[in-house]
């Protein structure tokens, strides 16, 4: 990753900030990379709190934002350590879909409405603490599928608020994968620069 420019912090603080998803509380710029999303070019920033970036584990606590190149909000994960019994308290599906398309409704209005909902179901992730013990982190995910035939989702934790969210996600149908990168994700950045294993499916090849 290249060292995160004042123009990064500032574009996307600033779409954060529109999507009503501020940043706070110890999120230090840990990077940024050029890449694209299906031949859209994008700029991934990376943001980690003090004690992971001391850490410096890939895999650890972090914020992450993809743009393109007209600061529109293509993905957002904020991956922390969960409260002590957060996993029990998780938003049943009429409350995520509630809060999801609160959410997407104030980011676009337009696009939140080409939504289906296809599914609403329990999500985890696996992080690594600033202390090397595994956490898990867990949200209900409410995947939707756009008019278009692209795919977007968000996961609500158990505070009520946005985890992860992503757009235009295309899916290969042939590969029985995700089609689009995954930029928001470490073991897939891990397993594309080769330090690695490819995940399985769903993920996408690499």
Do not use: C, N
């Amino acid at each position: 990753m290249a060292a995160t420019t004042t123009s990064d912090i500032a574009r996307t603080g600033l779409a954060l900030s529109r999507a009503g998803l501020p940043f706070h509380g110890g999120w230090e710029a840990a990077g940024t990379r050029r890449e694209t999303h299906d031949g859209r070019p994008v700029t991934v920033v990376r943001f980690q709190q003090s004690a992971a970036r001391r850490a410096a584990a890939p895999g650890g606590p972090h914020l992450s934002v993809v743009l393109d190149d007209e600061d529109v909000l293509l993905g957002y994960t904020r991956l922390t350590a969960p409260p002590a019994g957060a996993e029990r308290d998780l938003p049943g599906e009429d409350e995520a879909r509630t809060v999801a398309f609160r959410f997407l409704t104030a980011l676009d209005p337009r696009y939140a409405a080409a939504l289906t909902v296809q599914w609403i179901a329990p999500h985890h992730e696996q992080i690594t603490a600033p202390d090397g013990a595994p956490a898990a982190l867990s949200g209900t995910k409410v995947k939707t599928r756009h008019t278009d035939g692209l795919y977007a989702w968000v996961v609500v934790g158990a505070d009520r608020t946005v985890l992860t969210f992503e757009r235009d996600i295309r899916w290969d149908s042939a590969a029985g994968r995700r089609g689009t990168e995954m930029w928001l994700h470490d073991s897939w950045i891990a397993a594309r620069e080769g330090t690695g294993a490819q995940p399985s499916a769903p993920y996408a090849l690499v």
